[in-house]
């Protein structure tokens, strides 16, 4: 028989306790849009450009080099437009282009693009706008016209930053471009374990949210390629070299209150985001087919957690 329950329990106040993780979704493409809305996903931690641009089939240079501007602003302010229309009132994480050279080698314009040893280390992500001026500047540019549209729940995000003056740099040019950088959701990606080390300066710096690049967090803390199936074995998310920087990130953003988010394949794997909850991650971002399963994840997690809470407390 279950024991009777007590007729009275004194209970002390809770302890804090960790529990409101959203559960938001990972979209690359506009088309998809819809689709990642129906899950019911609080919001989209990575809007990937990349599949976006890489579909015109000419490489942002080719745009700026033949004076067509115009053209890719509006080809990437209506795509960003449709996931924002999807999602109304939630939040939408745009990340800056973050392709490496060798996707852009075969487009037009491609024959400029530098050939690399080792794309994946070398010009891509937030590197390669700063160095390129006027290929940030049209995606700013779409971002701009965004905002001035009313779409205040649009997030900019930038990618494999590794030092906090990159990011203040990216604000500086966006400032210089008109945009009102104070009332604006910029963040960056902590996909280099740089960043991770760094967590406290880029709060410093004035970052509104970091979120979790596992994908290329776990390939360069334990310097295993992402795409070498022949060490693919060690490619390890829960290497307690990359447990380690996490937990030490999300410790950092928690005491600071800056949203603290994951969007890397580890976002979808119930286990990791059971990991992340405890732990304090304050949203995850899955795959659109993964959100169910997070969420169930994530509930059953939280439920735990305010259940040991519970009966510490009484
Ligand atoms: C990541 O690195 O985890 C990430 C989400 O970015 P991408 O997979 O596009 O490199
Ligand atoms: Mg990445």
Redesign the pocket.
Known sequence: PAPAAPAAVAVAAPAPVITGTLVKVNVSLPEAAKRAAATGADGVG?L?IEHLILGLNKTPGWYVEHGEEEKFISELYSGIKTVLDAFPGKSVWVRTL?APTDEFRNMEGGEVEPVEHNPMLGWRGIRRDLRSPEQFRMQVEAFKRLWAAGYSNLGVMFPLVNHPAEFVQARAMMKEWGVNVENVTLGVMI?VPSSAILIEDFIKAGIKFASF????LIQYTLAIDRNNEHVADMYEPEHPAVLRLIDYAIKACREHGVECSI???AGSDPDMVAWLVGHGITSVSANIDAVPRIREAVARKERQILLDAARRNA
């Open positions: 990575l990937r973050d996909e690049g596992t994908n290329d969007c890397g394949q």
